[in-house]
């Protein structure tokens, strides 16, 4: 009977510590589950989608995946004229500068560059792959909501370009475009209208020049890494003097259909879906008016001799983006009919200001950051 009883109470004892030992070990899987979904979650935020709803109620989703398009140069190289022909495309919105993502390209780029830092954020568990998704989510937003919705968006803050191989790995859909211009052009731009750059001596048109030469070379040559699939330099005197053929060209790129309003943006800035131009922005006064080739050449006659001599040394960049570095004045080409009536129409003064901007435009200083 003794042993009857004792057997009962072992088997009993082991039934008992059998159904703990599994009630614990489906807990610990539980929890394990649970963990492992929220490290998911939390390490993974590139997969997210951002939504966000029009004022007609059409939703709209977007991820690092979504074919944005960035839109880059040396400043004064017609970065604003492109994206606003761009945002007068009814299914395109692009919107003014938001000056913080070259900031944080920068800083990222910084981070990067210093081994010290770099091993400082890896033993913190800041990796790269933590950086990136940051950087990702961080750019997608800023773009998606600083502006109103639409099925293609597109970032113009021209120094974002320095950046463009690592932006084309986190936004493995983006393409870019980068703006070429004449660098005797964009530098005479720069110093009459004091667009101040940091770094860039407004004083000197020798410093600008070599400035600028440095600037373009770093976004050119980026711009070859990552393809002509991907990147497409577009040259601001073409885009003038035929804005049709280089729109067209431009939207197959972008893979985008063609629209009409492309080619006459300035009849839609300030109105709703249409282009949004800033109170502060320096080009402004110039992107209100129609496509015209006002600006093309007026460089000539204002540079200092000893600069025009050794142009080819100063900026030899000039040369390898098919400018000839002596000519002067240049032949950049003849230009559309349509171009040679709006620039008729802006001699006459022939154009409108938008209400919005009235009162504006006369004072603007603007300001650029060389990163």
Excluded at 158 to 166: D, R
Aim: hydrophobic residues 40%; charged residues 25%; proline residues 5%.
């Amino acid at each position: 009977m003794r042993v009857t009883t004792r057997r009962v109470l072992l088997l009993l004892g082991s039934v008992a510590a059998l159904m703990v030992t599994l009630h614990l070990g489906q807990q610990v899987l539980e929890c394990q589950q649970v963990l492992s979904e929220r490290r998911h979650r939390l390490m993974r935020p590139e997969n997210e989608e951002l939504v966000m709803v029009d004022a007609n109620h059409v939703e709209y989703r977007y991820s690092k995946d979504m074919p944005l398009i960035f839109i880059g140069g040396v400043p004064r190289s017609g970065t604003t004229l492109m994206r606003a022909m761009l945002d007068a495309h009814p299914e395109v919105r692009c919107g003014e500068e938001t000056r913080i993502i070259p900031r944080v390209l920068a800083m990222r780029q910084a981070w990067s560059k210093s081994g010290r830092e770099k091993m400082r954020l890896d033993e913190a568990g800041v990796t790269d792959q933590v950086l990136d998704a940051a950087m990702q989510a961080f750019i997608l937003e800023v773009i998606a909501k600083h502006g109103e919705p639409a099925r293609y968006l597109c970032n113009k803050d021209p120094f974002t370009l320095k950046s463009s191989v690592y932006l084309s790995r986190l936004f493995p859909n983006s393409k870019f475009l980068l703006m070429v211009r004449d660098g005797r052009a964009s530098v005479h731009s720069m110093i009459t209208r004091k667009v101040t750059i940091a770094g860039f001596d407004l004083n000197s048109y020798r410093d600008c020049l070599t400035k600028w030469n440095k600037a373009i070379e770093v976004m050119y040559s980026q711009c070859l890494e990552i393809g002509r699939a991907r990147c497409l330099p577009v040259y601001y005197e073409q885009l003038v003097l035929h804005p049709e053929q280089s729109m067209q060209n431009i939207m197959r790129f972008l893979d985008i259909s063609w629209s009409d309003s492309v080619l006459h943006h300035e009849e839609l800035i300030g109105k709703p879906g249409g282009v949004s131009l800033s109170k502060i922005e320096r080009s402004t006064d110039q992107v209100i008016k129609p496509v015209n080739m006002e600006a093309l050449s007026k460089w000539i006659g204002h540079i200092p001799g000893d600069v025009l001599q050794d142009m080819a040394h100063i900026a030899p960049m000039l040369a390898r983006l098919g400018y000839d570095p002596y000519a002067n004045p240049p032949n950049y080409g003849h230009p559309d009919p349509l171009v040679v009536n709006n620039t008729h129409r802006v001699l006459k003064g022939d154009y409108k200001t938008p209400a919005n901007l009235k009162g504006h435009l006369q004072v603007t200083q603007n300001t650029s950051s060389s990163h």
